[in-house]
């Protein structure tokens, strides 16, 4: 099981932090990421990191402005978000995977989060 937190309401330039808790039954998994979701538009890629070597990857939109990390003892993942712009509203979701496979690519996932909504008023 999944459990996102951390969204709100920022004003444009703001900061956001978001965890993603997994909890549970305990089992192997490649990675972690982060996925979002505007009204009227696809869920899309925000980023990722892969527990080998500690590997991530982002949306082109995010880089330089968010950073994934994960605490492994504590099974739980963030997303710093930094310099927010309204074109960053969305619903968050985490997502975990169980094997590897293209980390920018929602179908590599397995297990999903119920998503934490992220508000910037500009």
């Known amino acids: 099981q999944l459990q996102a937190s951390g969204g709100g309401l920022v004003q444009a330039g703001g900061s956001l932090r978001l965890s993603c808790a997994a909890s549970?039954?305990?089992?192997?998994?490649?990675?972690m990421g982060w996925f979002r979701q505007a009204p009227g538009k696809e869920r899309e890629f925000v980023a990722a990191i892969s527990w080998i070597g500690g590997t991530t990857y982002y949306a082109d939109s995010v880089k330089g402005r968010f950073t994934i990390s994960s605490d492994n003892a504590a099974n739980t993942m963030y997303l710093q978000m930094n310099s927010l712009k309204p074109e960053d509203t969305a619903l968050y979701y985490c997502?975990?995977?169980?094997?590897?496979?293209?980390?920018?690519?929602?179908?590599?996932?397995?297990?999903w989060g119920q998503g934490t909504q992220v508000t910037v008023s500009s």
């Open positions: 549970g039954r305990t089992f192997k998994s490649y990675g």
């Open positions: 997502a975990l995977k169980i094997y590897s496979g293209n980390s920018y690519y929602s179908p590599s996932y397995d297990y």
